[in-house]
């Protein structure tokens, strides 16, 4: 969800390179060149940036849907119902 801040195996430090990790491969390096010229060598801290995945946006983005759901539920259930 949120950007690794330290490998899941080894416990190194890897949240100051995940920006730069993810700007050079969306630009369409090769992920293993990058962890090479960014010093990270070992697989466990290479499948941590590498397999991380953020998605807070989206997470983020259905928070707002589901409130405002409940909101329309709350304002049925107090509104009319009933007669
Ligand atoms: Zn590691």
Redesign the pocket.
């Known amino acids: 969800m949120l950007p690794p801040v330290r490998?899941f195996?080894?416990g190194?430090p890897l949240g100051h390179l995940w920006e730069e990790f993810q700007r050079r491969v969306r630009a369409g390096e090769d992920p293993s060149k990058v962890l090479d010229d960014l010093g990270v060598y070992?697989y466990?801290?290479r499948r941590?940036l590498f397999t991380s995945v953020t998605y807070i946006e989206e997470m983020a983005m259905y928070h707002v849907i589901r409130m405002r759901a409940a909101r329309q539920m709350q304002g049925e259930t107090l509104g009319g119902g009933v007669e």
Do not use: L
Request: with cysteine; aromatic share 0%.
């Open positions: 490998c195996t080894c190194a070992r466990c801290c941590t």
